[in-house]
C-alpha cells in the first residue's frame, strides 16, 4: 500500500472513530448570589463552543426544544418572577418548522430570583436546566442537568457581607425521581451494568460493525468560501457594465504608456489593482464596528418585518436603475474630491485613482454590492465575515483584471468593443434583481405569519419575471438605452433558450406531488407547507414507523428485514431536512417503505416513563442527569450503546442486533444516504443467501 493510501485511509478511520464520540459544546458553571432584602438569584452559565446554539425559552409550540431552568428547595424558596435570560439573542425564520426560533451562541445566562422561606438556616438550592443543542448539520438529544448549592445565611441577612456563599457546588445524594425510596443516583460509568435489561443491548457494537461499506466522511458546513466566490463572480459581472467596461483600457493604458519607464507603469498598475481591493475590504470595516457595539443587530434585521420589506423596495429600486429609467449616483461633490487628489502623484496618487474608479462606477456596481449586503445580512449570523470576504472577492475580481493586463497590454486588442451588449447586461440584471426582491418579500411575509406570498404564487411570479427575462432577450421588449433595432446576438440567444429551459423548470413546482420538488432553490422558496396545496399526511411521507426499540426489533426478526434506527427528534430541524429534501427522493422513499423496518426513536418526546423505569444518573462535579421521559430513554439508549448524542444518527441493524456497517449522522446527500442503505441491505442479503 502506498504511503498516500495509507493516510487518507488512516484519516478516514479516524474521522469515523472523531464523529462517533458523545459530543458535549455546551458548559454549564452554576452560582447562587445574594441580592439585597433577603433576596438571592440562582444563575446557570452556559459557554457554547464555537458554531454550536441552544434555543431560548420563548420558543412557539412544535418547533425546537426551548431552555427550561427551574430551581427549588427542600427547605422551601419563593420564586420571584421569571426566569430571565441575558445573552446575543439570535431571532431568525425556520423554514424546517415554519416558524420563527431563538436561540443564543457563544454565551448565556438564565437567571431566577427567589427568596428562602427560612432565612436563618441553611439551604440547598437545584437548579435544573433542560436544553437542545444543534449545529448546521446535527441536533444533539435534549439534556437535563441538575446542580445543587448550599448557602448559608445567618441571622436578618439582608446584605451580601451577611451571607456565606461557597465558592465550590456541593453535590447531594437526593434523587426525586428514582424508581424507589431506597435507591440512590446511578453512577454514569456503571449505568450500563445497572440497567443492562432495560439499556445495553449485548449484540449491540458499534465498533466492530459486520462491513465498513458507505460510510460518510464528515462535511464542510461553512460557507465563507461561497461568498468569496459570489463576490468574485459580482465583480467580475460589474466589469462587463457600462460604468466600468470602457475604463479598463483607457485605465491600463494609461500605466503602460504614461511613463517612459514601462516597468514603472506595470508596477503603478498592480498596486492600482491592490488599492481598489483594499477599499472594497474597507467597505465592510463599518459593519464590524457595528456588530461589535450591537451583536444581534443583523438577526434583528435578518428577521425584522419592516427592514425586509425595506430591502424589497430597495431591490424593485435597483432593478429599475439597471433597466435604464433612472442612474444611482452618489453626489458628484465626492468624486470631484477624489479626483483632485489624484494631483497628490506616487501612491497617494495612486489610490485616490483606484477611489473615483469605484465611486464613479456606483451606478452599476451599487445594486450588486447591495444584493451582496442583503444576501449576507439575511443568510448568516456572522455577517460582518461573510460581507468582508463577499467584498474581497469583488474587489480581487477588479484588481486581477487590471492587474493582468497591465502586465500584458497586448490582450486588450482582444477585448469586445464597448457598444449596446453593456447595457443587455445591465438589463439582464435587472431582471435578475426582481427575483431576488421576491425573497426579501417572502421573509417578510414569513416572519409576519401572513403567508401571503404562498409557494405557488412565488413561483409564478418567478415565471413571469424569467417570460419578461426571455421576450428582451429575443428583441419582443425593449428599454429607454436599448437600440431602436437591437441584434439578437448568439450569446442572447443561448441565454434566452436558458431561461426557457428556467421557466420549464419552475413550472414542475406548480404540479402536484407527492414529494417535494424545486429542491435546488430550497431555502429561496417559500416551504413547502406555506402552499395551497399542502395536506398533512399521517405518520412520515405515508410510513409509520415504530417508536420502540425493542418493538422494532422484534418485527423485524419476524419480516426477516434489517432494522433502520433513526435517532431523531421533533425539535430536530435537520431532521425534517432529511425526510423531506432525502428521504423523499424517489430511490430512497421505496428502499425504507419496503427493504427494512424503520424505527424512529424521538428523543425529545416529553411523554413521561412509567415510575419503574424512571432513574437519575450522577454525572459528577455536582451534576445529575435526569432519565424520566420517553425522550430521556432513547437518547440515554444511544449514549450507552452507539457513545453518540446527535440527531440525526442512523444505525442499521441485521435482526438480531448486530451492527451492519458504521452508523452515520448528520444531514447528508442523497448519494450518502443511499450509498449507507444499499451497503447495509446487500450485506444482509448476501448472509441471508449463504445461510
Known amino acids: 500500500m502506498k504511503l498516500k493510501h495509507f493516510l487518507v485511509l488512516s484519516l478516514l478511520f479516524l474521522s469515523q472513530v472523531f464523529a462517533a464520540q458523545i459530543k458535549n459544546p455546551v458548559k454549564f458553571s452554576y452560582s447562587v448570589n445574594p441580592l439585597p432584602n433577603n433576596e438571592y438569584e440562582a444563575v446557570l452559565t452556559a459557554t457554547i463552543d464555537k458554531n454550536w446554539k441552544i434555543y431560548s425559552k420563548d420558543l412557539p409550540p412544535d418547533s425546537g426544544i426551548p431552555t427550561e431552568m427551574i430551581v427549588r428547595s427542600k427547605q422551601g424558596i419563593e420564586l420571584i418572577g421569571g426566569v430571565v435570560e441575558v445573552g446575543k439573542k439570535h431571532d431568525e425564520f425556520s423554514e424546517a418548522f415554519g416558524v420563527q426560533i431563538v436561540y443564543y451562541s457563544d454565551r448565556a445566562l438564565f437567571k431566577q430570583k427567589f427568596r428562602l422561606k427560612n432565612n436563618a438556616a441553611p439551604a440547598t438550592v437545584t437548579a435544573e436546566i433542560t436544553y437542545m443543542t ?39 445524594a437526593d434523587s426525586a425521581i428514582t424508581a424507589a425510596p431506597e435507591e440512590a443516583p446511578v453512577a454514569a460509568s456503571e449505568i450500563v451494568t445497572e440497567n443492562k435489561k432495560d439499556l445495553k443491548v449485548a449484540t449491540i457494537d458499534f465498533q466492530n460493525p459486520l462491513t465498513n461499506c458507505g460510510t460518510q466522511a464528515p462535511q464542510n458546513s461553512e460557507n465563507f468560501w461561497t461568498y468569496l466566490l459570489l463576490g468574485f463572480i459580482g465583480g467580475l459581472i460589474a466589469l462587463l457594465t457600462p460604468c466600468v467596461f470602457p475604463m479598463i483600457p483607457l485605465t491600463v493604458s494609461f500605466f503602460t504608456k504614461g511613463t517612459l519607464n514601462k516597468s514603472k507603469g506595470k508596477r503603478d498598475a498592480i498596486i492600482y489593482g491592490f488599492f481598489i481591493l483594499l477599499i472594497f475590504v474597507l467597505l465592510s470595516v463599518p459593519f464590524h464596528i457595528i456588530d461589535g457595539i450591537a ?15 425595506a430591502f424589497f423596495i430597495i431591490f424593485l429600486f435597483f432593478a429599475g436603475s439597471f433597466f435604464g429609467y433612472y442612474d444611482i449616483t452618489l453626489p458628484s461633490a465626492i468624486a470631484n474630491r477624489s479626483s483632485k487628489a489624484e494631483d497628490a502623484g506616487g501612491i497617494i496618487g495612486i489610490f485616490f485613482m483606484a477611489l473615483t474608479l469605484v465611486i464613479v462606477s456606483f451606478s452599476c456596481t451599487g445594486p450588486i454590492l447591495g444584493s451582496l449586503l442583503g444576501s449576507a445580512v439575511t443568510g448568516s449570523a456572522d455577517v460582518p465575515m461573510l460581507l468582508t470576504l463577499a467584498l474581497a472577492g469583488f474587489g480581487l475580481s477588479w484588481a486581477i483584471v487590471f492587474g493582468l493586463l497591465a502586465l500584458f497590454p497586448q490582450a486588450l486588442q482582444n477585448l469586445p468593443k464597448s457598444g449596446g451588449w453593456m447595457n443587455t447586461v445591465k438589463v439582464v440584471l435587472g431582471f435578475i434583481e426582481l427575483g431576488l426582491a421576491l425573497k426579501f418579500l417572502s421573509k417578510a411575509d414569513l416572519v409576519s405569519k401572513t403567508f401571503f406570498l404562498k409557494r405557488e404564487l412565488f413561483i409564478v411570479l418567478w415565471i413571469l419575471i424569467a417570460i419578461g427575462l426571455v421576450l428582451y432577450l429575443f428583441g419582443k421588449i425593449r428599454f429607454p438605452h436599448d437600440d431602436k433595432k437591437p441584434q439578437i446576438s448568439l450569446t442572447r440567444t443561448i441565454i434566452g433558450f436558458l431561461g426557457i429551459g428556467f421557466i420549464i423548470y419552475l413550472v414542475q413546482g406548480l404540479i402536484p406531488g407527492d414529494r417535494p420538488k424545486l429542491q435546488h432553490l430550497s431555502g429561496i422558496l417559500p416551504p413547502i407547507n406555506v402552499s395551497y396545496l399542502h395536506n398533512e399526511e399521517d405518520g412520515i411521507l405515508g410510513m409509520h414507523p415504530s417508536h420502540d426499540y425493542f418493538d422494532a426489533i422484534e418485527l423485524a426478526k419476524k419480516e426477516n428485514k434489517p432494522l433502520l434506527i433513526d435517532f431523531t427528534g421533533y425539535g430536530c430541524e435537520n431532521c425534517r431536512k432529511m425526510e423531506e429534501f432525502v428521504w423523499s427522493e424517489p430511490d430512497i422513499l421505496p428502499i425504507l417503505q419496503n427493504d427494512l423496518v424503520l424505527a424512529s426513536l424521538y428523543v425529545d418526546d416529553k411523554e413521561a416513563l412509567p415510575e419503574n423505569e424512571q432513574i437519575s444518573i450522577d454525572m459528577g462535579n455536582g451534576q445529575r442527569k435526569r432519565i424520566k421521559t420517553i425522550g430521556d430513554k432513547w ?11 446527535s440527531q440525526p444518527h442512523y444505525v442499521l441493524l441485521m435482526p438480531d442486533g448486530k451492527v451492519i456497517n458504521t452508523p452515520v449522522s448528520g444531514y447528508m446527500s442523497k ?15 448476501n448472509s441471508k443467501s449463504a445461510e
Open 134 to 172: 444543534c449545529d448546521d448539520r446535527i441536533c444533539l438529544a435534549p439534556n437535563t442537568l441538575e446542580f445543587d448549592q448550599t448557602i448559608k445565611p445567618t441571622a436578618a441577612a439582608g446584605s451580601s457581607e451577611e451571607v456565606e456563599v461557597p465558592a465550590e457546588v456541593t453535590q447531594t
Open 635 to 645: 437518547s440515554l439508549f444511544q449514549q450507552i450503546n452507539f457513545n453518540n448524542n
Open 295 to 309: 451583536g444581534n443587530i443583523f438577526n434583528q434585521i435578518s428577521t425584522s418585518v419592516w427592514l425586509n420589506v
Open 671 to 685: 448519494e450518502d444516504f443511499k450509498a449507507f442503505l444499499t451497503c447495509g441491505i446487500e450485506y444482509f442479503k
